[in-house]
Structure formats: structure tokens, C-alpha cells
């Protein structure tokens, strides 16, 4: 049976944003969705995450599948970074490996070690045979054309929703169908 892991962007939960939703549809298909609660979701921190995502996951295998938003993406490929059994693949939901426009010194600290600790994508690539990232073109966190590039160097297919903003409920965005297509 397939196992999808749903992780959640900063600031977020599991019960905000297209997740409800995304859960309910991919268990309407019969997998089994886990969508944790990630910790310190104000101030994530790397380690805390990916130890966090060990601890659902255990042991991972090629009908384990990953959809992450945003902070939650880095989290998805940095816990990657830890494994040697291939998965079956990602989705990234405005996936970044940079970000702009943060509005507090407080978010630029949270996040300088999630934009400037390097992930190995080939490391990545071994164990995520495919991916798909779906971005905005008018991400409030900007670096579009940056985030794109890198997730094309891992091989991702890239969907572009426009005006989209940073794809959460004030966005708009209660439902999420371009990721059903994927699974």
C-alpha cells in the first residue's frame, strides 16, 4: 500500500490549508496518509524536522511518498539526504532553496540555516527516482526563477500556477488538485 507523508510549511499544521483536503482524496484512493505535526512550527529547525520525519516515516521504501509546502519541501530533502532506500517520489508545494522578502530579523535567523546549509541533490537524486514542484509566479518569498532552476537540476517537473501567491488558505487555497495528478 502506498504511504504518502504530508509535512506542513512553517507557521502551519496539519489541519491548514489544501492539507485537510489532500488527505481526505488520497484516502478516498486507498493510501495511507500521514500528516504530522512537525515541531517548534514557529522557529523549525533543521534536525528537530528531519528526525521528527525519521520518526513517521521508519523504514521508507518505494511506496513511500512525500508532499511537502514549502519549509516542509526543504525538510522532505533534507531528510532524503539521510536514506539509501529509494522512495517513490515527491511533490513540492512552492518548494524553495531560497527565500526573499522576510519581514522580521527573527524569520531571516530561522531561515539562514535552511537557505545557506547546502543539500545534497545528488545524494537526493538517488534515493527520489521523480518529483514534481508546483510553484507561483508571484510568490511573496520571490527567488521564482532561482527555486525553479534548482529543482530542475533534481529532475523535477515543474508546474506553474499563476497568481497564486505562497498557495496557502489566504491564498485561497483550500483545495489543491494539481497534486492529485501525480499519484
Not at 52 to 62: F, Q
Not at 77 to 85: A, D, F, H
Request: proline residues 7%; contains cysteine.
Amino acid at each position: 500500500m502506498k504511504r504518502i507523508v504530508i509535512v506542513h510549511r512553517w507557521q502551519g499544521g496539519p489541519n491548514d490549508d489544501w492539507r485537510p483536503w489532500l488527505k481526505t482524496e488520497l484516502e478516498k484512493r486507498g493510501y495511507q496518509v500521514l500528516v504530522p505535526e512537525m515541531p517548534d512550527t514557529n522557529t523549525p529547525v533543521i534536525e528537530k524536522w528531519v528526525h521528527k520525519l525519521a520518526e513517521v516515516v521508519g523504514e521508507p521504501d518505494k511506496d513511500t511518498y512525500f508532499v511537502g509546502h514549502s519549509i516542509g519541501c526543504q525538510a522532505i530533502l533534507r531528510y532524503l539526504e539521510t536514506i539509501n532506500t529509494p522512495v517513490g517520489g515527491a511533490i513540492f508545494v512552492v518548494g524553495w532553496f531560497n527565500l526573499e522578502n522576510m519581514e522580521t530579523d527573527e524569520e531571516k535567523k530561522t531561515a539562514e540555516p535552511w537557505i545557506t546549509r547546502p543539500i545534497d541533490l545528488t545524494k537526493v537524486r538517488q534515493v527520489l527516482p521523480k518529483s514534481t514542484l508546483v510553484i507561483s509566479d508571484d510568490d511573496p518569498y520571490d527567488c521564482f526563477e532561482e527555486n525553479k532552476k534548482k529543482f530542475g537540476e533534481l529532475g523535477s517537473k515543474i508546474v506553474i500556477l499563476h497568481n497564486a501567491g505562497h498557495i496557502t488558505a489566504e491564498d485561497g487555497y483550500t483545495e489543491l488538485p494539481e497534486v492529485l495528478s501525480d499519484f
